[in-house]
């Protein structure tokens, strides 16, 4: 008789340290958001399905904010402003620009937010178009919408408020702060009950939430990238390594009473190097599917609808050598494709009901497919907690209760925490070394290799150098809290955060706030140690130099170099995401196209130079199928048709390759065709035959439309 397929998701939540480090003012409020949106909901859903064992991943830096917002300590700099009297017009620019950060469609749902929204479009941001109790009801509408609407219908305060929907007074806002304080401090105590009940597991991420292998040293970044272009000399100290994974396993005693088992390594950035970091009381850790293939030098094989062929390979356990550790550590390999689809997929075109049942019909599979009646397999589905929810109908409520639902009623699932299933079920197979990379694109380009990322790792080794020499010089004044003070500035510069919204992958009205955070906690560490701050930490690290392109076609908007004008253009980019959030495989970045009466121009673009990775372009009209394979290192392309299960190649194409870009024009008298309009497109990404990256994402299509 076959085991039950027993499924561990871990819900990872994290957020940086937003306080100011001199002031101690929180300039970005997401801690507290999150928490009356997110974090709470996010408990309150599991406990009313008690069969469903789930693990929680924690940032210590998270929990902190969490517990100051709880205790009335904290407020941040857009709450100060929504309980302001009145605004200068400095202030109310600020209102009109980040009051209605969420996602429009919860604006939309609300009339009077909805109405602002318009207003803000059409007047072009002009502060003079809105009276005071249109900011008044702004400030209102952006604290309710960002509740869990579960707590909006059921708590009769704000239930009241969302009903009189506008003519808000102060008191009102006042009462939606103090509810959210309310929230903040349930949060703990629900998670604390649920742990000690034994329906989640609780674990850690090193504090600051930094890059454990780039803090070893930002060379292990050439393991997957040989090609980057890396800050010399290298960050190289695994002691803040250490500190950052002790402090954290240390914050976890301190406010949980169940022993810790687990940590998810910040970004599942692994490396063999990183090792060395982990404490010995944690007994396992997780990274991507794609650091499992490269360890042990294996491919993880798709079918088209992204199922794993060799489900037995990925779904299990396994045991990594550490040098100076007397039990091997256990290590589990998440399915980023399930877990992207919850993350990206999900909330696009399809209901709650219709998600959740997909996803067990894809657990249902690989159950049926295992093929093994010796041993139980467990299949980690491993994403982000709290940022893809605001792109779900009700906040993800009908999709999890759904999800929840489902996993308890089917005998063949069996939902538990990971140290449920390590517990009787160790690793059985070893890994001898585990290869450096994270949890996207296997690499580590969405944290170093850019310049302004390589900027921000100049500054931040120039400024640690400092903090030692000045440490340890005869003139060190500073009394132990206030030295341990100038280090945690410096640890909580190490966070990943910073160096994620210096990529050009990851884009945000706010990262000019993050770019002032990371080096105002640089010129802390000069300020307390009584030095002046460099000129270069006073500028910003912005500033991005994109790779010039020799393209044939520099813009499918504009003509080609031989005049022919191409009067139909369009393009594919990722789906829109959180900017919190990205793809495990981020690595396509745009497919263009253009077309005339007579040539269809495909132009591919990715976030990186692949080297060893094909490019295929499939197109379908009418039942008819073509692809366009540009093999890696290739100047031209190959075109076939495929007719009854076979593939002809019909002719050979010049491509063009100028960087990361590649282009190939299709005479549409190859594929019969007298017009484009009607077909669909779908490029992907490709190494040995399996496919690692698509557009659009999984096995959708981009309709052509007419002109």
Not at 520 to 540: D, K, N
Request: charged share 25%.
């Amino acid at each position: 008789m076959a085991h039950p397929l027993y499924v561990a998701f871990v819900w990872h939540m994290h957020q940086p340290v937003y306080q100011e480090p001199m002031t101690g003012e929180f300039i970005l409020p997401w801690t507290r958001l999150h928490g009356t949106k997110d974090y709470l909901h996010m408990a309150e859903v599991l406990a009313e399905y008690p069969d469903v064992h789930a693990t929680f991943n924690f940032t210590p830096s998270l929990l902190e904010q969490l517990t100051a917002y709880a205790g009335g300590h904290a407020k941040d700099r857009w709450l100060d402003l929504s309980l302001r009297e009145s605004w200068t017009t400095e202030e109310k620019t600020f209102m009109l620009e980040h009051f209605f950060s969420i996602h429009h469609d919860i604006i939309r749902q609300y009339p009077r937010y909805a109405q602002l929204l318009r207003r803000r479009q059409t007047t072009k941001q002009d502060t003079r178009a809105f009276s005071k109790q249109d900011y008044r009801d702004l400030a209102a509408w952006f604290n309710l919408a960002w509740i869990d609407p579960n707590w909006l219908e059921r708590h009769p305060a704000l239930h009241q408020l969302v009903h009189k929907g506008r003519n808000f007074t102060l008191d009102d806002v006042r009462t939606i702060a103090d509810v959210t304080r309310e929230m903040m401090g349930e949060i703990l105590p629900l998670y604390r009950e649920l742990q000690q009940r034994g329906q989640i597991e609780i674990t850690v991420s090193p504090y600051y939430h930094p890059v454990l292998p780039l803090l070893v040293d930002t060379n292990s970044a050439l393991e997957a990238r040989p090609r980057m272009r890396l800050p010399q000399p290298a960050f190289q100290y695994p002691e803040d390594a250490r500190r950052q994974t002790k402090d954290a396993v240390d914050f976890y005693h301190d406010h949980f009473d169940v022993p810790l088992r687990g940590m998810w390594p910040s970004e599942g950035g692994v490396s063999q190097a990183m090792l060395c970091a982990i404490p010995n009381e944690v007994h396992w850790i997780a990274s991507d599917e794609d650091r499992l293939a490269r360890s042990v030098g294996a491919r993880i094989h798709r079918n088209e609808v992204s199922h794993v062929m060799n489900p037995q390979f990925l779904y299990q356990p396994y045991a990594v050598r550490v040098d100076g550790r007397d039990e091997p550590l256990s290590i589990i390999f998440r399915d980023h494709a399930l877990s992207d689809r919850i993350g990206f997929v999900y909330h696009q075109g399809f209901t709650g009901q219709e998600a959740a049942e997909d996803l067990v019909r894809r657990l249902r599979w690989i159950w049926e497919h295992l093929g093994d009646v010796e041993r139980p397999h467990l299949v980690p589905i491993i994403l982000d907690g709290e940022n893809c929810w605001e792109h779900y109908a009700s906040n993800g409520d009908v999709f999890l209760r759904n999800l929840y639902r489902l996993l308890s009623q089917k005998d063949y699932l069996r939902p538990v925490t990971v140290s449920e299933y390590l517990e009787e079920h160790p690793p059985r197979l070893r890994i001898e070394r585990l290869s450096a990379g994270s949890w996207i694109g296997g690499d580590f380009g969405t944290w170093i290799g850019e310049p302004a990322q390589n900027r921000a790792w100049k500054a931040l080794a120039k400024t640690r150098q400092h903090l030692v020499d000045w440490a340890s010089s005869a003139d060190a004044g500073l009394h132990a809290e206030d030295l341990k003070q100038t280090w945690r500035a410096l640890h909580v510069a190490e966070s990943s955060d910073w160096f994620w919204w210096y990529s050009s992958r990851n884009q945000s009205d706010q990262e000019v706030l993050f770019d002032e955070l990371f080096r105002a906690y640089l010129a802390a560490v000069y300020r307390r140690t009584g030095t002046p701050v460099p000129p270069a930490l006073e500028q910003t690290m912005l500033k991005r130099e994109e790779p010039a392109l020799t393209s044939r076609v520099a813009d499918p908007l504009a003509e080609t170099a031989d005049a022919r004008a191409w009067h139909r253009t369009g393009a594919i980019t990722p789906a829109a995401a959180p900017g919190a959030m990205q793809r495990a495989s981020a690595n396509l970045k745009r497919l263009a196209y253009a077309y005339t009466n007579s040539d269809l121009l495909l132009r591919i673009e990715l976030s990186a130079n692949l080297d060893g990775h094909a490019v295929h372009v499939a197109l379908n009209r009418n039942g008819c199928w073509w692809e366009v394979a540009i093999p890696p290192g290739e100047p031209s392309a190959q075109l076939y048709r495929s007719r009854n299960g076979t593939r002809d190649l019909v002719r050979e194409l010049p491509a063009t390759t100028a960087g990361r870009t590649l282009e190939v024009v299709v005479p549409l008298s190859a594929l019969g065709l007298e017009g484009v309009p009607g077909t669909r497109l779908r490029a992907s990404l490709r190494h040995n035959g399996d496919e690692l990256d698509s557009l659009p994402a999984d096995d959708q299509y981009h309709h052509i439309a007419e002109d």
